[in-house]
Each structure stands twice: as C-alpha cells, then as structure tokens.
C-alpha cells in the first residue's frame, strides 16, 4: 500500500465523476466509487483523465473492478506507476 497522499488534482478529477458524492463530504480513502455514482462509462472516462493528468500508462492487469473500488485503491495503481517510473 502506498503512504504517498494523493494530491489535490486527483481528489478534483476524482469527484468530478462521482456524482453522487455531496461537495460537502469528506472523500474518505476507502469510500465505495459505484455507490457515488461511478459507472463503466464514467470509469472508462476516469481513466483517460487521469493517465493523461499523471503521464501514466494503466496496464491492462490494472484494469479490474478492485482498482476502481476505493479512492485509495486506484491512488495505489496511479501512485506505483509513478514510482517505478511506468509513464506513457
């Protein structure tokens, strides 16, 4: 698991697709994303977003329900790319 806290841009981006998600409430680490709203279209869009935002490349192994389930899940896969230096 990673201790690197995700930056603000991600939390942005992240809400952005969670409709469901009050302005107000805290985006907890462990907070489910399709019980706020994120949907397979949206995921696929999320996706795209953030690989371009990070210079990442989300392998195809990565791609699984597990990694979109949490905040902090798909932080973990954004954040190890970043330091193994996995850029696209």
Do not use: C
């Not at 805290?26 to 279209?41: M, R």
């Not at 791609?63 to 899940?73: D, H, I, K, R, S």
Request: no cysteine; hydrophobic share 40%; net charge negative.
């Amino acid at each position: 698991m990673t201790t690197t806290p995700w930056p603000g841009q991600f939390e942005t981006m992240l809400r952005s697709y969670l409709p469901l998600l009050r302005p107000d409430k805290l985006l907890d680490a462990e907070l489910s994303l399709t019980d706020h709203g994120l949907d397979s279209l949206a995921t696929v869009s999320l996706l795209l977003d953030l690989e371009d935002a990070f210079g990442v490349t989300v392998p195809d192994d990565r791609l699984t329900m597990t990694t979109f389930a949490t905040p902090q899940e798909l932080w973990n896969v954004i954040d190890e790319l970043l330091m193994t230096g996995s850029a696209s």
